[in-house]
């Protein structure tokens, strides 16, 4: 008897007829003999709607009670799946984050999880039943409720799917798997078979959708085998999962692009040293997160200019901090932009291969796209550029690499 938890997205729960669908699913797994718990997000749309809800009643939103009133989404969602399971005559409990003793941080919005109690789904699940638990949402050591931002369904599967050592956990969405980028924008992707945590991690982060970054982490620190399939349709899906040999041997796995990016540059700051830890600390603890920082030497002597991206959502509280930390350290400009995106190129196979670089960037050249900032990492190359390039950037790094056929 395995241990699977399975996780189903908002488009797989968008309405009653794919609720029965998704039982179905359920059901068909405990009937083959397994233990199964079951994690759910909101139906598709719902996180939006009380977003705007809460977004016209003020502009600003209180973020404690923004967290209540966006958990609610994932509680309809279990409660409706345990009344489905509950109808077709299989015993089954719901559960919410605070239930399950789902511990997180105290950060609004972008919780982290730091414990997850399991003894009260094993007692479940020794009596038979089909455990069902609202996803994207824990308590803090206040008691107070937390969501664990986007995609946070993910992250509470794996998380649990690490506290029981459950022998597989299931990601059902909207498409079959992971693929080489988008198929939306690159009629060539191709389905990925198998991914190494290391190479989900970086397509994960740098903007591919399929996975929450922080569930991958928990994936790989724990080693909790990752099955991303469709729920729509039968078949496998993508396995994600620890580095095998043969996986180096593949130059490039995927072709990423994040449009939700925004660059701000601090020109001409005094260069000497302490600047750059005093202006990131007061961004740190204004809980913005940082991703691409380059420092350069300035025209004028004796200065330098700081440009860094955040997400589009941190940039009106990053630039206006920004400008008054700028005003403090007495830099000369704050130049800002948010019509920027970042296209990036994953692969474990760069670690023993060389010529990437070079070939990312003259395949951007030949285009007419120019480059703002690059940043690199063993596994990865990524570059800022307009928005306006993006999914011609992909088409053509794809393109390039011959994602297409499976040999890049």
Known sequence: MALIVQKYGGTSVANLERFRNVAKRVVKTKDQGNNVVVVVSAMAGETD????????????????????????????????????????????????????????????????????????????LREGRIVVVAGFQGEDEQGNITTLGRGGSDTTAVAIAAALKADLCEIYTDVDGVFTTNPNICAQARKIDRISYDEMLEMASLGAKVLQTRSVEFAKKYGVTVHVRSSFYEGEGTIVCEEEVDMEQVLVSGVTYDMNQARIEIARVPDRPGIA??????????????????????????????????????????????????????????????????????????????????????????????IKMISTSEIKISCIIDTKYTELAVRSLHEAFDLGKGNG
């Open 49 to 124: 709607r009380l977003l705007t809800l809460a977004k016209e009643a003020t502009g600003e939103p209180d973020e404690r009670e923004l967290d209540v009133l966006l958990a609610t989404g994932e509680q309809v969602s279990s409660a409706l799946l345990a009344i489905v399971l509950n109808s077709m005559g299989h015993p089954v409990k719901s559960f919410l984050g605070h239930q399950i003793k789902i511990g997180t941080d105290s950060t609004h919005g972008k919780a982290r999880i730091t414990s997850v109690d399991a003894d009260k789904i094993f007692s479940e």
């Open 277 to 370: 830890a005093q202006f990131f600390t007061a961004i740190n603890e204004a809980n913005i997160l940082v991703d691409m920082i380059i420092q350069t030497t300035s025209l004028e002597e004796g200065s330098a200019n700081m440009a860094f991206t955040i997400s589009k959502a941190d940039f009106p509280k990053a630039l206006k901090l920004a400008r008054s930390l700028a005003k403090e350290l007495g830099a000369k400009e704050v130049i800002a932009e948010d019509d920027v995106a970042k296209v990036s190129m994953v692969g474990v196979g760069m670690r023993s291969h060389s010529g990437v670089a070079s070939k990312m960037f003259g395949a951007l050249a030949q285009e007419g796209i120019n």
